[in-house]
């Protein structure tokens, strides 16, 4: 019965002294609580920031992906009226003017320009200007193949808004395709 008393008596020391010894560590330090808080907002202000520059670069990626679509269209509407691609030489489109072929030389290629001009100015982006150049325009110019083909490049220019942090900057998208009459 000694013995049960001496272990009883050891557990109890064994518990007075886990006991106090857990009661001078509980919790955190003031100190302690302001390191963890200091890097909280370093780590919340990082995401800030990234949050910022991908949201920019997500309106960058929009816009070259409208203006990209914008360019083709033009270039499906001359590969549409191929036998006449050369009536699409020198069509300039741009908010103060715009130079497109006559109705009277081709009703198509004239409406081709107007509707690609609408779909420009209408993209509400910054000074856009759209230019249509081939190669080859005149049949007199002989075809390094002799297959009267022409070269399309069609150019689409515009300036990225400014804002406090990213300044103005002018963008080109320039779309070439090789077309040749059936």
Not at 17 to 35: C, H, N, P, Q, Y
Not at 62 to 90: C, G, P, S, W
Not at 127 to 135: E, Q
Not at 143 to 163: I, M, Q
């Amino acid at each position: 019965m000694v013995s049960n008393v001496h272990v009883s008596i050891n557990t109890r020391r064994l518990r007075v002294t886990t006991r106090a010894s857990r009661s001078r560590d509980e919790g955190f330090t003031l100190i302690e609580s302001m390191v963890a808080a200091v890097i909280l907002a370093i780590g919340l202000l990082a995401l800030t920031g990234m949050q910022s520059f991908s949201l920019r670069k997500n309106v960058d990626a929009n816009n070259q992906t409208r203006v990209t679509n914008l360019a083709a269209d033009m270039l499906e509407r001359i590969q549409f009226n191929r036998r006449k691609a050369a009536n699409y030489h020198n069509i300039n489109v741009s908010a103060g003017t715009t130079t497109c072929p006559t109705a009277a030389a081709d009703v198509m290629a004239n409406g081709d320009c107007t509707q690609w001009r609408t779909l420009l100015l209408s993209s509400n982006l910054q000074n856009i200007t759209g230019t249509v150049i081939l190669s080859n325009p005149t049949p007199p110019a002989p075809d390094p193949l002799g297959l009267n083909r022409n070269t399309v490049t069609v150019v689409v220019t515009w300036n990225e808004l400014a804002s406090d942090v990213v300044t103005a900057t002018a963008k080109t998208v320039s779309l070439a395709k090789v077309v040749a009459p059936e």
